[in-house]
């Protein structure tokens, strides 16, 4: 079942709602971001990092920044870190193999960020949750609110956590 979890009315109050998620983050976790270009996957992901960097109560070195190029960032604590990855210059399977994309999502310390997890098939594990942004005002995408919904897949636990942590903020 998808649920609707957040409406984020600004690119801060994305990033805040990603703090807030992001605190519920625990190694392991999948979760994809899916939306188009401008949509705000990158910078819900700056406060997925914040978020979850203040849970594990550690500094950051670096900044989180769009992985479009790179494919995967990843962003390092002491206990764990952090992988965030864009598939959306991918094309095809094998692109994951030669990314170094399994080896990241098999990374027991780590949480998984991916934006763009549908570009390859196959590519969101089963655990993965789903997040997805809908531009509610496509005209005037600079200065619309995002619809974040998500959707009925992935780990329950993981699910449960995020949709707890906005039941938190009503
Ligand atoms: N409510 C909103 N939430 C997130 N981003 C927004 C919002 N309104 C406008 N924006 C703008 O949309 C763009 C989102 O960019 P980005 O996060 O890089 O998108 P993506 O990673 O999905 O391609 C930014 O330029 C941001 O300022
Ligand atoms: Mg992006």
Known sequence: MKQVLARTVSPEATEALGEVLGAQLRPGD????????GAGKTQLTHGLVKGFRAHLGEAMSG???????????????TTARVH???????????????TGYW??????????IIEWPRQVDGALPRHGAELVFEIENPSDPA??????????????GLRARLLGAVAGLA
Do not use: K, Q
């Not at 965030?84 to 030669?98: G, I, N, P, Q």
């Not at 200065?143 to 329950?156: H, Q, T």
């Open 84 to 98: 965030h990855m864009d598939l959306y210059r991918l094309t095809d399977v094998d692109d994951l193999e030669s």
């Open 30 to 37: 999948v979760l994809g971001l899916r939306g188009g270009l």
């Open 63 to 77: 900044r989180v920044c769009s992985p479009s190029y790179t494919i995967i960032n990843t962003y390092e604590f």
């Open 103 to 112: 080896d990241a999502l098999a990374d027991p310390d780590a949480v998984v």
């Open 143 to 156: 200065s619309s609110a995002r619809v974040l919904i998500l959707e009925g897949i992935g780990d329950a």
